[in-house]
C-alpha cells in the first residue's frame, strides 16, 4: 500500500508506522476522533447549560 510504511525493530517486529498526512490525513483524523470518542466513553458528561453559564461568567459568551 503506498504510503504506509511499517518502522521495525532489530527483531523485524512492527513498532511503528508512518503515513502519508496528504494522502490519508482525511482518515486518519476520522480514525484519532473516534479513539478519542472510545477513550471518553465512561466519563461522566457537563450539562450545556452549565457551560455556557460558565462562559458567561468568564465573558467568553453573551447572554
Known sequence: ??????????K????AVQIDLKR????LEEFWDG?????RRNE??????????DLVKRG???E
Open 44 to 53: 461522566k458528561g457537563i450539562p450545556l447549560e452549565k457551560i455556557k453559564a
Open 24 to 27: 490519508y490525513g482525511a482518515i
Open 12 to 15: 523485524g517486529r512492527k513498532v
Open 60 to 62: 467568553r459568551l453573551r
Open 35 to 39: 479513539l478519542i470518542s472510545e477513550s
Open 1 to 10: 500500500m503506498t504510503g504506509i510504511q511499517f518502522v521495525t525493530d532489530e
